[in-house]
């Protein structure tokens, strides 16, 4: 079993800034990926960034250089630091964890969400 629990949403005005927290725990043998996800009311869910263990990360275009994720391998946590917010940035973030549960292969795991809202 492997939990992905996301933290650190809330409502934030335009502009403002928030920090999100993702920490995953159980019996995870190895983790080589973790990132962020984003769905908007009616909207598909979209990308948002990635980390992998060797630190690369990548980035949608509509966030890059307003967003950081950052990672404490140690810890099996990622963060995404969100500043500069805009209203478009509202949705349920959630949080991915790709890593190998032995003995099943490499699999991809997601948590339950946070909750973004941006508006004044």
């Known amino acids: 079993q492997v939990q992905v629990v996301e933290s650190g949403g809330g409502l934030v005005q335009p502009g403002g800034s928030l920090r999100l927290s993702c920490a995953a725990s159980g019996r995870i043998f190895s983790v080589s990926a973790m990132g962020w996800y984003r769905q908007a009311p009616g909207k598909q869910r979209e990308f948002v960034a990635t980390?992998?263990?060797?630190?690369?990360?990548n980035y949608q275009d509509s966030v890059k250089g307003r967003f950081t994720v950052s990672r404490d391998n140690a810890k099996n946590t990622i963060f995404l630091q969100m500043n500069s917010l805009k209203p478009e940035d509202s949705a349920v973030y959630f949080c991915?964890?790709?890593?190998?549960?032995?003995?099943?292969?490499?699999?991809?795991?997601w948590g339950q969400g946070t909750q973004v809202t941006v508006s004044s």
């Open positions: 980390i992998t263990s060797g630190g690369d990360t």
């Open positions: 991915t964890v790709r890593g190998v549960v032995i003995p099943f292969p490499e699999s991809d795991y």
